[in-house]
């Protein structure tokens, strides 16, 4: 049987960590310290022992809703994508899901857990008392060539990136620093205001993502320029051992007959493939991202409380949230007639 114990960080536990192949950059002390800080969280971080020998890891942030302990591997609304474990090959999934409430309530004292584990399997889930979601997410893999990866798009978004080439949009790799978050989150504003909604997270998170992971190298941020030279769309692509994210992407709706979306997309996919990545992971499953020739990949989001309270808490308050953001949006209009200044 397996089994969880909390332990704090130290040199000789980041050094274990790392050497394991399911390692996702979700896991590393860069992410969870910029987690704490947005979320105000307190990370977690757990051996995996089976008859006393360490076989995994556990990386998690304890938060409080509703006044109440919450442990999240990772929680809805973190713009994290995958936490869960890291666990030697052959160890069961299964059975560490089966023993991670026991680790949640009794020894943490939490009221509530979400966990998603990029790793495991729809089988994994069934039958334990872990509610879960499918959650899944659009990949592309990167081992083939070139053309073989600009051939495997839909033809429609393959003549939109010639388009953008031939319009003279020009992609560069910008410098981390505060200037291109504020671009990109105005840009970001745009697009919600677009569905007459307001972003769901402040520029001050898109900065601190950038603060935390850039001295590390583990973030990407590519601007489009048009032929006059304007910042017309901005992608943010967070990357670690094998993979690339694309945590973020926003244009100006009055430049998107230029193509620049795909244009970026195109940049960080040969970028990553360059740099010896082997997958983007786009991070969520929508039908825009299948005429990139994406793969989707099941990752079910998984999530136990205490009690059947709340659990309807939860829910509760994840429909408040969307409801909140509409009424923002439209006392955003209401307050901001004119439209938003462009760079």
């Known amino acids: 049987m ?9 040199a000789a536990l980041t050094a274990d960590r790392a050497t394991y192949q399911d390692r996702l950059i979700f896991h590393t002390p860069e992410w969870l310290a910029f987690v704490a800080e947005c979320q105000r969280a307190e990370p977690v971080l757990a051996t995996v022992s089976d008859d006393g020998a360490t076989v995994g890891h556990f990386t998690g942030l304890l938060t409080r809703r509703w ?3 919450i442990l999240g591997s990772p929680m809805a609304g973190w713009t994290t994508s995958y936490q869960g474990f890291n666990l030697q090959p052959g160890v069961s999934r299964r059975a560490a899901l089966r023993a991670l409430p026991g680790f949640a309530f009794d020894q943490l004292g939490c009221a509530h857990l979400e966990v998603r584990d990029r790793a495991a399997t729809e089988a994994d889930w069934t039958g334990l008392d872990l509610r ?6 659009a ?3 990167l081992s083939p060539d070139e053309d073989a990866l600009f051939g495997a798009m839909a033809s429609a978004c393959r003549r939109n990136i010639r388009k953008a080439a031939k319009s003279g949009v020009i992609i560069e790799e910008a410098e981390p620093d505060p200037a291109f978050a504020d671009e990109f989150y105005d840009q970001l504003r745009d697009v919600f205001a677009k569905q007459n909604l307001v972003p769901t997270y402040s520029v001050e998170r898109v900065k601190s993502l950038i603060r935390h992971l850039a001295p590390a190298g583990r973030i990407t941020l590519l601007r489009a320029r048009d032929g006059d030279g304007r910042c017309i769309a901005t992608a943010v692509l967070p990357w670690y051992h094998r993979t690339m994210y694309f945590w973020g992407g926003a244009s100006y709706r009055e430049h998107q007959h230029l193509r620049p979306n795909e244009a970026l997309i195109w940049h960080a996919l040969r970028w990553a493939r360059a740099r010896g990545v082997t997958e983007f992971d786009f991070v969520g499953s929508n039908s825009y991202k299948e005429k990139y020739g994406t793969v989707e990949v ?8 205490r009690s059947p309270l709340i659990a309807t808490l939860r829910d509760t ?20 007639p004119e439209a938003v200044t462009r760079p």
């Open 2 to 10: 397996l089994r969880l114990q909390r332990v704090e960080p130290s």
């Open 317 to 336: 308050a994840k429909q408040a949230f969307a409801l909140k953001q509409r009424t923002a949006a439209r006392l955003t209009r209401f307050k901001e």
């Open 132 to 137: 879960w979601d499918a959650a899944p997410t």
């Open 67 to 69: 006044g109440l302990r």
């Open 139 to 141: 990949v592309i893999d």
């Open 298 to 305: 099941p990752v079910p989001w998984g999530r136990q409380s």
